[in-house]
């Protein structure tokens, strides 16, 4: 009797678990809403205008999608390095902040197509003179999100992490400050705030191609398949359309989706 009520419960109990997983799909794919975790400090992909605004690529990139699914769209501003834990326990549907897949992120988490395409920049102070390569940051002091792929290709040639919670505006102007010697991050992004920190005379910019290009997604957990799928199928027909080129030009000039 023991051994029957315990093989029911386990029945019980296991198609409980699959309804809830099913659940959780079916929700996202009904409610007229898509949440979208974002940092909402990190120009020129998600910040606030003069207007108070929250804009940006990736943000405009989401508004679109959400738009050719027929959803609203609800963005919740989330420091960086909480932005994977929100999406882990539900507070987000996806995160869209130019997050890019490493094998760590992948066991948890997958990526739409890619929406953006760029490259790493190194910000540096510029009284370094023969600094060429990221295999030239050992021993060097570097302000990062402590848990970004820069921070990691920092660790991995030896420089030293210092973390820093404000966004690239912040680390940017603590290298411009000479706190810390450098900060790795987006090319595109690098450019925007040595321009607005007018710090040409204390910031050196170098290029990065062997890092090769980085491509930016929709972030979902692991799993959630038909999330994906929509996604995907959003980000095909606008970029068909032309809506991503034209999203691009809008805030870099160029067409960064390709």
């Known amino acids: 009797m023991f051994i029957r009520n315990l093989i029911k419960g386990l029945i019980v109990l296991t198609t409980f678990s699959a309804t809830v997983a099913i659940a959780d799909q079916a929700d996202w794919m009904t409610k007229d809403t ?18 108070g605004k929250l ?35 539900g507070r987000f ?3 869209v902040n130019q997050v890019s ?31 060429h390569s990221v295999k030239d940051l050992k021993g060097l002091k570097g302000g990062l999100a402590f848990t970004s792929n820069f921070a990691d290709i920092v660790r991995q040639n030896q420089g030293e992490v210092i973390p820093v919670e ?24 690098v450019l925007y705030y040595q321009k607005k920190l ?8 170098i290029d990065l191609p062997e890092e090769g290009k980085v ?20 980000l095909t027909e606008l970029k068909k359309e032309g809506k991503l080129a034209a999203i691009s030009k809008q805030f870099f000039g160029v067409d960064i989706s390709e």
């Open 55 to 89: 804009t940006g690529y990736d943000v405009e990139v989401a508004r679109a999608v959400a738009e050719k699914l027929g959803l609203k769209i609800e963005f919740k501003e989330t420091a960086w390095n909480a932005l994977l834990a929100g999406l882990n326990n």
């Open 215 to 234: 491509t930016a997604g929709f972030i979902v957990r692991k799993g959630d398949e038909e999330k994906l799928k929509k996604l995907n199928q959003a």
């Open 101 to 131: 897949m490493n094998p760590e992120r992948s066991k948890k988490y997958q990526s739409s197509l890619p929406y953006s395409y760029s490259g790493a920049a190194l910000a540096i102070r510029t009284d370094f003179k023969n600094i």
């Open 166 to 189: 404000g966004g690239l505006g912040q680390e940017m102007a603590l290298v411009a400050q000479g706190r810390v010697d450098f900060t790795l991050n987006d090319r595109l992004a």
């Open 34 to 51: 898509l949440t979208v975790g974002t940092e909402g400090m990190y120009p020129p992909f998600t910040y606030h205008d003069e207007s």
């Open 93 to 95: 549907d996806t995160v």
């Open 198 to 205: 007018n710090a040409n005379d204390k910031i050196q910019v």
